[in-house]
């Protein structure tokens, strides 16, 4: 990692993974309509490949975009351990990433809390970059949240929440009045990721939860690791099984199912209309 240069990276998105990355990047931009003209975007970056791979698509997009939005690098420091912190601050500079890091208590907040601590520190992470990013002067945080991360989403829905839903491209909050949160890496794949990480040498924070540190069982996890393997089972046997768990939340017919809710939640069955 030492030889390898911000510039090396961002010409590596501009030639080798372009089709695979920036063009996808780009796509989803467009299609979902996650970006206007006056946005000041929070890039919120925990550490990991997925939020540096984030990063640099919207430096390199803010270099081609006509459309006039600002940045902010976003890293919130929930108690990270010094060596953590120390990796996350070498690479922001390494890759030329101007980030602006707050620190929380978040970790000792959720400490010892029940038997599923990690719904919790999700909420938190979440509204402390809300909060940070609006006293910025953000409209909208951006997350690394890619292709892999939707379709198991909608499987983790289907097997354990008895519903059927995705992780959608962008979601206006409910509790941070003009707040808007995207996610522009929706079409791009986890194993080109980590390809673009591989192929430039980099090295990015796995996982720097303390209580995984400690051994602990983070039980969403566990089933978002059941539904990789069991995605990468059937895509095995029968390719194209991706594709169609990502197409099956685009092509819904309500006229097949039995019940459903509308945008202000009120459920209808299919009775109503028999």
Not at 76 to 99: C, F, K, Q, T
Not at 248 to 258: A, G, M, P, R, Y
Request: proline fraction near 3%; aromatic fraction near 10%; include cysteine.
């Amino acid at each position: 990692m030492c030889n390898i240069t911000a510039g090396d990276v961002e010409l590596s998105l501009r030639k080798k993974f372009k089709k695979s990355m920036f063009s996808r990047f780009a796509k989803a931009v467009v299609e979902y309509e996650l970006i206007s003209a006056g946005d000041k975007i929070a890039v919120c970056m925990s550490g990991g490949k997925d939020s540096f791979a984030l990063a640099k698509l919207f430096q390199e997009l803010k270099r081609h975009n006509k459309v006039p939005f600002e940045l902010v690098f976003l890293v919130m420091d929930p108690g990270y351990s010094p060596d953590n912190r120390a990796m996350i601050e070498r690479n922001a500079e390494l890759l030329d990433i101007p980030i602006t890091v707050f620190e929380t208590d978040i970790f000792e907040s959720v400490h010892g809390i029940g038997k599923s601590p990690c719904y919790l520190c999700a909420r938190m992470r979440r509204g402390h970059l809300y909060h940070r990013a609006k006293d910025l002067g953000c409209n909208k945080i951006a997350l690394g949240h890619h292709y892999d991360d939707v379709i198991e989403t909608v499987l983790m829905g289907m097997l354990y929440g008895g519903q059927i839903q995705t992780m959608m491209p962008k979601v206006r909050s409910a509790n941070f009045e003009g707040m808007e949160l995207i996610r522009p890496m929706y079409l791009i794949r986890e194993s080109t990721v980590k390809h673009w990480r591989d192929y430039n040498g980099l090295q990015f924070l796995q996982c720097a939860c303390k209580f995984t540190e400690n051994g602990e069982k983070n039980e969403d996890d566990s089933k978002r690791r059941k539904m990789k393997r069991l995605i990468a089972t059937l895509e095995s046997e029968d390719a194209g099984v991706e594709q169609n768990i990502f197409r099956s939340v685009e092509n819904v017919n309500l006229k097949s199912i039995i019940e459903y809710k509308d945008k202000d939640g009120v459920r209808h069955r299919f009775t109503e209309d028999y």
